[in-house]
């Protein structure tokens, strides 16, 4: 089915504004920024993709950001996305959920509720999120979910800040919720170049190979199994010289939060990125996404070193880190 351009999920920012202002975010707009709210993308426009993506068979949606709960009209968004039938994952800090927010997710509830923690001490905490009161906002909006019996992960993103309490927010999220801590050991340095003051900061943030080995070491049979699960997926021989070889635009796409189409959320190319309010839903999936996954490698190093290497899916080497990293789509990461 997915072959043949089945579109299974779709991903969508809902904001790039943020209430925090955290240490390793490449993406995170200021909460009150009246400018960028004029530009994002519109319940209408939400509207009209969803009405399209339903006529095609999609079961799946992603709402993220940024921080999605800023949206003032994210439950008409969430409702009108459910009522379309689509199963509903968001993806929230969770310092902004209110009664009427729990209220709306036990009436309604998401398929999959992902909340972001970034440490069990109000020190470590803030000292990522630098915003004063965030650790006790965040503490009430999961203890708000918990009280109403409205499942949910915990995810951790391992930095330097938190690094020596992440066996601890391990823990805790066995007890708390009774599922284990999704972890993020790898800082991308943002797809938008436009915003380059964040990158240095960010290269600054990211772990050495040996603390992730430390990190990793914490559950080895859970690391263990997780590798067994993605070569048997994603490793294969060596295929030709297009760049994709990746999931992107397979079953699924990504809207940012300025209404454009891309084929995953990372790949901001201007090549990779189709502008929905000069065109259809339709059109960018049917067409778009079949020409930009037929670009060819042009740059030599990447066809000698990760082309024909059996393990580049292994070790995550694809266009969006690539352009991420180097600004282009085939250069081959080497933090990789």
Same mark, same amino acid.
């Given at each position: ?42 319940f ?11 006529r ?42 209110s ?15 992902? *909340? ?14 630098r915003?004063?009161?965030s ?27 938190n ?28 797809? /938008? ?18 603390? *992730?080995?430390? *990190? ?5 049979? /859970? ?7 993605f ?15 990746c999931?992107?635009g ?37 067409r778009? *996404?079949? /020409? ?24 995550e ?12 789509l ?7």
């Open positions: 089915i997915r072959d043949k351009g089945y579109l299974s999920q779709v991903s969508m920012e809902l904001t790039e504004r943020c209430d925090n202002n955290c240490v390793h975010c490449y993406i995170n707009l200021p909460a009150d920024d009246e400018e960028v709210k004029k530009e994002e993308i519109t209408g426009e939400i509207r009209k993709i969803a009405d399209e993506a339903a095609m068979g999609c079961l799946s949606w992603h709402l993220t950001g940024g921080e999605p709960l800023l949206r003032e009209d994210l439950p008409d968004i969430y409702l009108y996305l459910k009522r379309k039938g689509m199963r509903i994952s968001l993806f929230t800090n969770a310092t902004l959920i009664s009427e927010t729990a209220n709306l997710f036990k009436k309604y509830p998401p398929q999959n509720l992902e *909340v972001t923690i970034y440490g069990l001490s109000q020190k470590t905490y803030e000292a990522v999120t915003n004063p009161g650790f006790d906002a965040f503490k009430q909006g999961i203890n708000l979910l918990k009280e109403n019996r409205i499942p949910f992960t915990l995810k951790a993103t391992v930095l330097p800040q690094f020596d309490e992440i066996k601890e927010m391990r823990d805790f999220a066995q007890s708390f919720i009774g599922q284990p801590l999704g972890m993020v050991l790898q800082l991308n340095l943002g797809s /938008r170049f436009n915003r380059g003051s964040k990158r240095d900061p960010i290269k600054r943030l990211r772990l050495s190979p040996n603390e *992730v080995k430390e *990190v990793l070491k914490q559950d080895e049979e /859970r690391y263990r199994k997780d590798i067994e699960r070569c048997q997926k994603f490793l294969g021989v060596p295929g030709d010289d297009r760049v994709f070889v999931g992107a397979v079953g699924g796409c990504h809207i940012d939060a300025y209404n454009n189409f891309q084929l995953c959320m990372l790949l901001r190319h201007p090549d990779c990125v189709y502008s929905l309010r000069e065109g259809s839903f339709r059109e960018a999936w049917e778009f *996404v079949l /020409r930009v996954r037929e670009i060819r490698a042009k740059n030599k190093k990447y066809q000698e070193k990760c082309q024909r290497c059996f393990l580049k899916s292994f070790c080497q694809c266009p969006a880190w690539s352009w991420m990293e180097h600004g282009v085939d250069e081959p990461v080497e933090y990789l």
